[in-house]
Each structure stands twice: as C-alpha cells, then as structure tokens.
C-alpha cells in the first residue's frame, strides 16, 4: 500500500485514447517530473483536465497528453492519483508507463486499483466484485444487476441482516449468564419467531443473488451426443451464425466450442464438444475426454439424437449417466424419415424432457431455447437480482443453512450454547461476505480475477 503503482485503465490496443492511471502516496510529484504542462499539476485544482506533454528521461517530448490528478479520498483507489490521457496506440501508454516506472512507481498487479479502494474504505467487498461483473456484463439485465450491487443495496440488506443476527445473539448470551432468570431475556417463542424472519429473509436475498448469479455467468449448456448426430449443426442453429465446420464425416469436432448467445435477457453459454464414443484416435479420444468434462462441469445438458437412425447401445449407455443430471433430449433431424420417435424415447427416458428439432432448417430452435432458459430458472423471470459471484453465494448459502439449524437448536430446546455456536456460523459467513471477516489469501483469489489496470 505504500508503492505508487501504475497501469494502463483502458484495453490495449489503437484507439482514441488510452488513459494511464497512477495510484498512490506522492503521485503528483511523480507526474510532475515526466509532465510539462503551463503549470505543475501540483498547482492545479483537483479533477482539473489540463494540456501538456510528456518527455523522456532524457528530456525528450514523446507524446502531448490531458492530465488530471485527484485528492487523497476522491479517487476510485480513495488515494492520491494521477491519470494521463494518452493518444490511443500501444506505444505512448507503454512509454508513459515506461517513465513512471523509472521515476519509482511499480506495475500494478490485476485487480490492485479496485483492491486499494476496498482496503481503503471507498466500496465494501460485494462492490468491488461487481465491479467485475459490470465489465463482463453480456446482457442488460446482467448490467443492472450488477449495478445495484455497485450501488450498495447488496450490502446495505447483508448488513441489517447481520445487524440483527447480533441483536438476537446477544439476548441468548444474557441468558447463557444469567441462567436463574426464570423467562429468560427473550422468550422461545420470540427468539423462534426472530429466526424465521432471519431465514425467510436470508432465503430471499438469495434467491435474488441465484437470479443474479445466472445473468452473471450465464447458464453453461453442453451440447452432448454421439458424432454426426448434428450437435455442430444444432449450434450453429442456435447461434444463427456458421461457427462450427459440419461435414457428413463422424468425428470433425475434436476440440471444444464455446460461443455465448442472449436470450430473453439471459446469457446462454453454449459448449459444442467432441462425440462420445469408443476411438482409437489419440487426438479424438482428448476431445471425448474434454467433452466428457464439459458434460460434467455444465449446468445444463443438451444431449442430441439422431431421429433418423437407431438408437445404439453407447447412446443408452451416455443416457443412463446423462439420467442423473439435468439435461434436454433433442430429437435432431426431424425433417427426414423417423427411425425413432419422441414417444419411442420417453418410454425408454421417461423422465427426460424432449424436443424435436430440425437444426438444418432451424426448426424448434426458439422452442429449444425457451426451455433451455426454463429449466434452469423454472420459468420464473430472472430480473431484480443482484450481480454476486459463486463465492457470494456459498457464503449465502451457509448463512442460511447454520440458521436453519440455530432454529431445530431452539426448538428442541438442546441450549443457548449450542444455540449461540450456530448463530454464531451464519454471523461469520455474512461477516465474510462483506468483508469484515476477510483473510489475505480470499483477497489474492477474488482480485486476481480482475485485469491489470482495474
């Protein structure tokens, strides 16, 4: 924290200008001795664009730049900054950063602005993870979910919620030292009646997040099946676009294809894999163990059939492991003669959900899309939630799960000891959360995410 660190803020690359941030204690100084403008920022107001150049070590003027500097507090690090306005090209930020690291400054490491300012006390945790997901926003819906985060309003919820954790716990530690009151501080009722709004409300704002998280990272669909069922084929039908090599020969897709598509407000996060099968092939047997994973790690499950030829015994082998998880039957290639039905297939899958579909002709493709979305949100409309990440939600998840066990503690009356340990658990996952209870290796994992400059 005591480093002036640099990076560039905009992506790399040509543009029309590429911005130059210089975070940290002394800044301006260091500005100063690579700026040449008619005054030193030093003697500018703060957030105040000013003309000037920049030069060399060696006094050489190589690019004529806007800079601004900010005052400890009101900045997005809440510390001194500085940030240069570069023309857009590789060359005049990576000099300009070049000079700042000669004058003392040090490259930042991903995520270290964003890090400063939580440690700082500018955001809280869950703000500064969102600002994550506004940058990988795909979608509206993403974008504002994120933003209320941004906005506080996560936090805001999490906070009177752990406010009133430690309301409720304090009363059962009164009662754990003062055991000859007869009533108690707080009767079983009450303190039974408290945690069921505790966890009705804990399971709402999850909800919100689970809806949020969705339109975050998007539902992770792999497209599964023996070769040559037209899985390549289906997901060009999806994508509406030729992203994938289709050809009659078994076996082209070796490696796997991810492509995302939006539908209704949502990111779908399509995995074309390899053909499942028994091969000999050394390069084809990496993509069957790829789409092996893939079929694994995905939300969703599209398994596609060939309706024009017979149901082989890998397919019902693959449909006896696909049973287990949550997956569509796509019945492919509906517009030539049927050697297997939709009917034929429930009686042998009878609690698969299946569509048939022509993904050569596009038909049932919106169909199929539709119920991809259902199946993981149960037709509900995914909107209002708040942008989190897979972290916010385990710690979520296990605020609820050790106050629904402080209420079965309550009610079978099994002590206020035990009774405080639990609550006691919810408190310290709401805790890490927010950050109050946060740990340097937590830190390294969430900002590593981000990318150098932010």
């Not at 023309?87 to 995520?111: N, T, V, Y």
């Not at 078994?250 to 407000?265: A, K, M, V, Y």
């Not at 106050?403 to 503690?409: I, M, P």
């Amino acid at each position: 924290m005591e480093d002036i660190i640099t990076a560039m803020a905009t992506a790399w690359g040509e543009g029309g200008i590429a911005v130059v941030r210089l975070s940290g204690e002394g800044s301006v100084d260091m500005a100063d001795k690579i700026f040449a403008g008619k005054k030193n920022l030093a003697d500018l107001p703060a957030r105040f664009l000013t003309l000037g150049k920049l030069r060399s070590a060696e006094g050489d003027f190589f690019d004529e730049v806007l800079a601004v500097r900010f005052d400890k507090g009101a900045s997005y690090t809440a510390e001194e900054c500085v940030e240069f306005h570069c023309h857009g090209g590789l060359l005049p930020a990576q000099k300009c950063i070049e000079q700042l690291c000669s004058a003392g400054a040090r490259l930042a490491q991903p995520g270290e602005f964003t890090r400063r300012a939580f440690v700082n006390g500018r955001i809280d945790l869950p703000q500064a993870e969102a600002v994550l997901g506004i940058i990988r926003a795909e979608s509206d819906e993403a974008l504002y979910a994120s933003s209320r985060t941004l906005q506080g309003t996560f936090a805001e919820k999490l906070s009177i919620l752990l406010d009133r954790m430690t309301g409720l716990a304090a009363f059962l530690e009164v009662d754990l030292d003062f055991p000859e009151e007869d009533d108690g501080y707080i009767a079983r009722d009450e303190c039974e009646n408290r945690l069921d709004d505790l966890i009705r409300e804990s399971g709402a704002i999850l909800d919100g997040c689970r809806s949020g998280l969705i339109l975050r990272e998007g539902i992770r669909t792999a497209i599964i099946g023996r070769p040559n069922v037209g899985k390549s084929s289906l997901l060009n039908a999806l994508l509406k676009e030729e992203r994938a090599i289709v050809t009659p020969v078994p076996g082209t897709t070796r490696d796997r294809i991810e492509e995302t598509l939006i539908h209704r407000g949502i990111p779908i996060r399509i995995i074309d894999t390899a053909g499942i099968r028994d091969t000999e092939d050394e390069v084809e047997c990496i993509g069957v163990n790829q789409s092996i994973r893939s079929m694994a790690e995905a939300d969703l499950r599209v398994w596609v059939i060939d309706a024009g030829d017979d149901l082989t015994e890998e397919e019902t082998e693959l449909g006896r492991r696909v049973s287990s998880m949550k997956h569509i039957i796509v019945l492919n290639k509906s517009d030539i003669p049927q050697k297997i039905s939709a009917e034929q297939l429930k009686r042998i899958f009878p609690d698969s959900r299946i569509v048939s579909v022509s993904a050569l002709r596009s038909d049932g493709i919106e169909e199929l899309k539709d119920i991809i979305v259902n199946e993981i949100t149960g037709g509900k409309k995914v909107t209002g939630g708040y942008g989190v990440t897979s972290r916010q939600i385990e710690c979520l998840s296990a605020a609820l799960s050790s106050l629904r066990e402080t209420k079965k503690v309550v009610s079978e009356g099994l002590g206020n000891d035990l009774a405080i340990t639990c609550l006691s658990d919810a408190r310290s996952s709401i805790a890490k959360l927010l950050g109050i209870d946060v740990t340097e290796s937590l830190l390294e994992t969430i900002f590593s995410k981000f990318c150098i400059g932010k």
